[in-house]
């Protein structure tokens, strides 16, 4: 499974929902993924938040495998809680290489909980990727493979 943040957004818009991504943040995330899917990653389904910026993430992640669908779910929105998604995600099909993109601080208390380090609190930059190998939905049922994020120069 692989968990990933949103790309680069603008700080403005008439509400957080609406923010989209900047021409940087697409750049990156399409880049990124460009790499992995080179690097012999593959994706299956995608679910997205329904906000502006993570879906439009999903779409570069699409762009970067030759197209793909993908869906929204309210449990992905930034303030959601990471039980509920698990509860959610529980009842879903079993879904090998699912990509999952959300925002801050959901993606960092969801990786934190699969892992069973509630206090750990990964740090993911705009547009990172964290691999899961996910045994169940729940507390302590996942180990952390790897994260990313995109180049950035200093």
């Excluded at 570069?60 to 779910?73: K, T």
């Excluded at 099909?93 to 990786?111: A, D, G």
Aim: proline residues 7%; aromatic residues 6%; charged residues 20%.
């Amino acid at each position: 499974m692989y968990l990933c943040r949103h790309g680069e957004a603008v700080a403005k818009a008439p509400t957080d929902a609406e923010r989209p991504l900047t021409e940087r943040g697409r750049a990156e995330v399409l880049s990124l993924w460009q790499t992995l899917r080179e690097e012999g990653v593959s994706v299956g389904r995608m679910v997205a938040s329904p906000y502006r910026r993570a879906q439009q993430t999903a779409l570069c992640i699409a762009q970067a495998f030759g197209g793909m669908e993908q869906e929204s779910c309210g449990y992905l929105v930034p303030e959601a809680q990471p039980e509920r998604f698990l509860e959610w995600l529980m009842l879903q099909p079993e879904q090998e290489n699912l990509v999952l993109v959300s925002h801050m601080p959901l993606v960092s208390l969801l990786t934190a909980t699969w892992i069973g380090e509630p206090c750990s609190r990964p740090a993911f930059r705009v547009g990172s990727v964290a691999a899961l190998d996910v045994d169940v939905a729940a507390a302590n049922g996942a180990r952390l493979l790897w994260l990313r994020g995109p180049e950035r120069p200093c």
